[in-house]
């Protein structure tokens, strides 16, 4: 506990000298300390060394952040990459469907068809009604027509047994360009992705920022929460400490 000196009036002894007398009174126990010597201690251990892990995942925010920022997303996402789609014509009819979910026009390399979706999932049908099945030729020639990338190319069927490690569906075609340049084409032939060198580095750091490495989606995860009340703790101590030095002075 601190003291406080007080002097005495000053006294004068026989021989005519000046006598002072000097006396020690404790503060106010308010006035010494927000914190007992204990608490504090265990308040610097608990802001010490959570924020060695904080600040490692702070770290990997601001570096994550810096990547996620540095393209333009159109880029990131290879937008700049396609080309827009032509004019469409409607065909002259359709037969009746059962159980449809959702019908839409659409266009495989410039001629009119219908994209089925019903409980059996996803379907391509041509104007008549009859169920189209897309080749790797078709594949290829869609990723061609559909985008401004050239050169050789490598066609690789996407099943469930052969999931694509850049694409969540599962069926379908990758086609990969000389350049890295993956072209992902959906069971009613559409281009569903588009996957540059870029996107996957973009999409490591994404994982980190949310701290789902895994399948880098979840954006409320424990693991992510803990962190954020962690870093909250660190902020909180370290205020706490700070106001105690302060109050001290």
């Excluded at 914190?35 to 601001?62: A, C, E, K, M, N």
């Amino acid at each position: 506990m601190r003291r406080r000196l007080h002097a005495s009036p000053p006294a004068f002894t026989q021989q005519g000298q000046t006598r002072i007398e000097v006396t020690a009174r404790p503060l106010p126990a308010t006035a010494t300390s927000m914190l007992s010597p204990r608490t504090t201690r265990t308040v610097r251990w608990l802001h010490l060394w959570t924020g060695v892990f904080v600040g490692i995942q702070i770290i990997l925010w601001v570096v994550s952040g810096l990547v996620m920022v540095a393209r333009p997303l159109d880029e990131v996402r290879g937008t700049t990459l396609r080309r827009e789609p032509a004019a469409l014509s409607v065909p002259a009819g359709l037969p009746a469907l059962q159980g449809v979910e959702k019908l839409e026009l659409g266009s495989l390399l410039g001629k009119p068809v219908w994209k089925l979706t019903d409980k059996i999932g996803k379907r391509l049908l041509d104007a008549g009604g009859q169920p189209i099945a897309i080749s790797a030729a078709q594949a290829e020639a869609i990723a061609r027509a559909g985008t401004t990338l050239e050169g050789p190319v490598t066609v690789t069927a996407i099943t469930p047994a052969n999931p694509a490690s850049d694409w969540r569906e599962t069926a379908g075609y990758r086609v990969e360009f000389a350049d890295d340049v993956r072209v992902y084409i959906n069971s009613q032939g559409e281009i569903g992705a588009v996957r540059t060198p870029w996107w996957r580095f973009y999409d490591l750091f994404w994982g980190l920022h949310i701290l789902d490495w895994q399948d880098r989606e979840n954006t409320h995860g424990p693991v992510i929460i803990a962190a954020t009340l962690m870093a909250l703790g660190v902020v909180l101590t370290g205020a706490l400490l700070t106001i105690r030095h302060f109050w001290r002075r």
